[in-house]
């Protein structure tokens, strides 16, 4: 798998609220109101990252947890990187029944 260009990555970026590029990767700092969701959040986007077995980068300090994704195998930016943001962006969104 090759990584995107900076114009294909661009270009994703702007369906993905939040996210930047950063150097060879897309980061995006996430704020919930306690720790108690935070640590949800990032359980659920862990079962994400198991089955595309894609793992972010990340860090939780309190009620914040900072996302780096990056494709370590092409040293820059995937789609893998890509779908799972958009995975992340899905947990967030209201339920519709």
Sequence with gaps: ?????????????????????????IVKTYKFNDFIEAMSFMNQAAFHAQAMEHYPEWQNIYNQVTVRLISHDVTGIT???IRLAKRMEEILQPKRF
């Design 1 to 25: 798998m090759s990584h995107l260009t900076d114009a294909q990555v661009a270009l994703q970026l702007e369906d993905l609220n939040g996210w930047t590029q950063e150097g060879d990767a």
């Design 79 to 81: 789609s893998h990187d």
